[in-house]
């Protein structure tokens, strides 16, 4: 008897993905699905904090996708290891502070890794040429599979058939007749093979999950790394690059006030580690002071600009409590700063 073959999908929980492994099942190989944390993709942070979402399902969509597929998921945590790609791409950015290139070979590599740790044959991804401006071009393609090092053992099921026939093909452990030639940026062929596949309520076929592509995050996390001359993060620094408006009202600090009740509570899990503060007198937001030497004067303007975002923004005075870490919480009684004094570039 033929032995079956086993491959590892990449699944990043959109559509591309998902129809990449159906594809594999069909042809009865045994897939195993992959996905990799980097801190920056926007599901299960912001989706499940903000109220505004609340119409939509709160899912870590890779997870629902392996479990409409009926396959074992494995989440790998590479955010220390990916730090490197992202401060220094070597085939540089996209539109923002996108490192697309570099973050599909690192992960490729990454899966061609696992795949000989686990005794698996090879490595299946969703991309479609023509798809992504950076990464899935028709010219990069085999750049990616060459410094990954998974070279012909990386297939795409979706557009192997405007490829050069890679190993799984070329030994027969899968069919090339009945694997696609999809390109360009048009879904309507993916979404009509989900169809055919009846494949429903899956995530959205456009955008992706990435913040480094949103250019108001990229802007933020720019402003990050100027003000600490360098490109160092730490996971909690981007998290909260997710939430809420951060203004800059001085070079030393930046202020970062939630919109919405949600965001509230998330940001009051970091009060032993930031200065913050809280309107007492009126209901409002909790806000965190992220800088270095802080003055009483920051703290002051830092709590006028809250007391604007409170309900006592029309107040005389609004009374806020300031916390510092590893000290009691103390009142301090403020002007609520007017919409005319928030000025535009202190908004990130």
Not at 111 to 128: P, Q, R, Y
Not at 260 to 271: A, I, K, N, S, V
Not at 302 to 326: E, F, H, L, N
Request: net charge neutral; glycine share 8%; with cysteine.
């Amino acid at each position: 008897m033929n032995k079956q073959r086993k491959a590892v999908s990449l699944i990043s929980g959109g559509l591309d993905s998902l129809l990449a492994t159906k594809a594999m099942l069909e042809q009865g190989i045994h897939v195993e699905g992959i996905n990799f944390f980097t801190g920056f993709c926007v599901e299960g942070h912001t989706h499940a904090i903000r109220k505004k979402k609340a119409a939509k399902p709160k899912r870590n969509n890779s997870l629902w996708v392996a479990e409409q597929l009926g396959i074992k998921l494995h989440i790998v945590d590479i955010v220390e290891e990916y730090k490197d790609v992202v401060i220094n791409p070597k085939h540089g950015y996209g539109a923002n502070l996108n490192p697309c290139l570099d973050c599909k070979i690192f992960m490729v590599k990454k899966a061609h890794e696992w795949i000989a740790e686990h005794d698996f044959d090879f490595i299946v991804t969703g991309e479609v040429i023509g798809q992504r401006p950076m990464s899935q071009r028709k010219e990069t393609m085999p750049i990616i599979a060459n410094e990954s090092g998974a070279d012909d053992l990386l297939l795409r099921p979706l557009c192997a058939r405007n490829l050069p026939p890679t190993k799984p093909e070329r030994e027969g452990w899968v069919d090339r007749d009945k694997l696609f030639d999809f390109s360009g940026r048009n879904r309507k062929p993916q979404m009509a093979l989900a169809q055919k596949w009846r494949l429903e309520d899956y995530a959205q076929p456009a955008g992706g999950c990435c913040f480094l592509t949103d250019p108001n995050y990229s802007g933020k996390l720019q402003d990050l790394w100027s003000h600490r001359d360098n490109k160092y993060y730490e996971l909690d620094d981007i998290m909260l690059l997710k939430i809420g408006r951060h203004l800059r009202p001085r070079d030393n600090f930046k202020l970062i006030i939630p919109r919405e009740e949600g965001e509230t509570r998330f940001l009051q899990g970091y009060r032993k580690e930031f200065i913050y503060i809280k309107t007492a007198s009126h209901s409002g937001p909790l806000s965190l002071l992220d800088g270095s030497e802080i003055s009483a004067e920051d703290i002051y303007l830092a709590a006028a600009i809250t007391a604007r975002y409170s309900q006592g923004r029309d107040a005389d005075v609004v009374t806020v409590m300031v916390g510092k870490p590893g000290e009691e919480e103390r009142e301090l009684k403020v002007k609520p700063l007017k919409a005319d004094d928030i000025k535009q570039d202190w908004v990130l």
